[in-house]
């Protein structure tokens, strides 16, 4: 049994959808379970719509909701012609859109969208393309059944961010899954939405198709979960940045986590989580080139001491100095906890005998937590930074990476840096604007000098 999930880009249009078929199809074998995105710009249109119509922009929204309409209407025309299910499918799509379209309306009356709104509103994209991928597949020969996800990835009611429900949803899988694998049938669901065991839509957060296969493949124990994208696999850098980037071909669960956290967009970093602790290998594959190597994700990689470098920008940093710290057990404690109270997720944190920096990606509430921060000694900030991350499971011991490192960075200044014993990374804070430039400078030191 796999997990086989297909991005937005995969079920684009109808030609995408066939590709993906013929990708299923060669799959029957071992059982697929398939995972499908909104068709590509689904997502962005309807949160757009739910952006629009509580604004007295009711008409604006219609003609998104039309738009979306035609455009669904025409894949399905496309892929199932003149058939029965072709007619089927259609009657169903216009249903799901004419209910749109009045959610629309509400939204509108009321002049106001709650988090669960926005919700219902989002969860439309993989809830029309699901049935429609399903019926696609059955008129190509694979036996498909389609499944809502709502009866199967039970969450909580955090909307816009649901938190899935391990034991409810092995026992959804139970019931709505293995039967139909059993029978040999392959199972068809949207990735991405939710439900809560009182029935209300969620979604599990943009992008989170990735980790709707992930909780599938583990709640099913499946031998493998491919993820299916436009590009190659995971690269050794963002090829927007750097030209000469390489494909990985084999990748550590933790490196490919850590490169996710660090903005690799091909994979949704809470992906890994799920598939980590069954020991799932993932693969990343892309639906345009389905015989290339793609990338596979295990446990067991060979260890290399570097194998990609990232960045990002817009990052701050916050230094909280004191004396008062030397030998004071708990200080650093109570540091954490003004950020856990605030919900800020630290990225990156180094620590002296008097002072405690860390980085965190959003600043909100800043200037709250700063004044919070101010108990425990001087704080200050600096905003406009961005972190360049070097990552590979040999950076520590005895390796001369680190020293290659920052030789390569030359004349760039490092604010912070950090590396954890683990060493699977090492992290250098540099100026925003000098981001790219030190990745291209790493890049070239590590991988494009015979490294
Ligand atoms: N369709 C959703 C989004 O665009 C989920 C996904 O594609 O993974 O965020
Ligand atoms: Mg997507």
Excluded at 301 to 328: C, D, E, F, I, Y
């Amino acid at each position: 049994m796999i997990v086989t999930k297909f991005g937005g880009t995969s079920v684009g249009d109808t030609a995408a959808i066939e590709r993906t078929a013929a990708i299923v199809r060669g799959r029957l074998a071992r059982q697929p379970v398939v995972v499908v995105s909104a068709l590509a710009g689904t997502t962005n249109a309807l949160l757009d719509i739910a952006a629009q119509a509580p604004k007295g922009q009711f008409i604006v929204a219609i003609r998104g909701i039309e738009a979306l309409r035609d455009r669904h209407l025409g894949v399905v025309h496309e892929l199932l012609g003149e058939s029965d299910e072709g007619a089927e499918v259609g009657a169903e799509v216009s249903m799901l859109f004419d209910e749109l379209a009045h959610l629309g309306e509400a939204l509108s009356v009321l002049g106001d969208v709650s988090p669960r709104s926005l919700d219902a509103v989002a969860a439309y994209g993989e809830r029309l393309s699901s049935p429609i991928v399903a019926a696609a597949f059955r008129q190509r020969g694979i036996p498909a059944t389609w499944v809502d996800a709502r009866w199967v990835m039970i969450t909580d009611g955090a909307f816009g961010k649901a938190h899935p429900q391990p034991d409810a949803i092995a026992e959804a899988v139970r019931e709505h899954l293995q039967p139909i694998l059993r029978a040999g049938g392959v199972p068809v669901l949207g990735g991405y939405i939710g439900g809560t065991p009182d029935g209300l839509t969620t979604t599990l957060g943009r992008g989170g198709s990735d980790y709707s296969a992930a909780l599938f493949g583990a709640a099913l124990d499946a031998e493998a979960i491919e993820i299916w994208t436009d590009v190659d696999g995971m690269l050794t850098a963002d090829p927007r940045v750097i030209s000469g980037a390489r494909l990985i071909e084999h990748i550590r669960f933790d490196e490919a986590a850590e490169l996710a956290s660090f903005g690799a967009k091909v994979l949704h970093p809470s992906t890994i989580a799920p598939a980590v602790q069954r020991s799932i290998p993932v693969f990343i594959y892309n639906s345009h080139r389905p015989d290339a190597a793609g990338t596979r994700i295990t446990f067991d990689a060979p260890r290399l001491a570097v194998r990609a470098v990232a960045g990002r920008a817009n990052v701050v940093l916050v230094n909280v100095k004191s004396s008062a710290m030397l030998g004071t057990p708990g200080v650093v404690r109570g540091i954490f906890s003004v950020f856990e109270r605030f919900k800020l997720s630290v990225d990156v944190i180094a620590t002296s005998e008097v002072s405690v920096s860390v980085t965190l990606d959003a600043a909100t509430h800043l200037d709250a937590v700063l004044t919070e921060l101010g108990a425990f000694g001087d704080v200050t900030v600096e905003r406009g930074r961005g972190i360049v991350a070097i990552v590979g499971s040999g950076l520590g011991g005895h390796t001369p990476s680190m020293a290659r490192a920052l030789a390569a960075l030359g004349d760039l200044r490092v604010h912070m840096c950090s590396l954890s014993a683990s060493a699977i990374n090492l992290t250098l804070i540099v100026d925003g604007d000098q981001v790219h430039e030190a990745m291209r400078r790493l890049h070239r030191s590590f991988f494009e000098e015979g490294a």
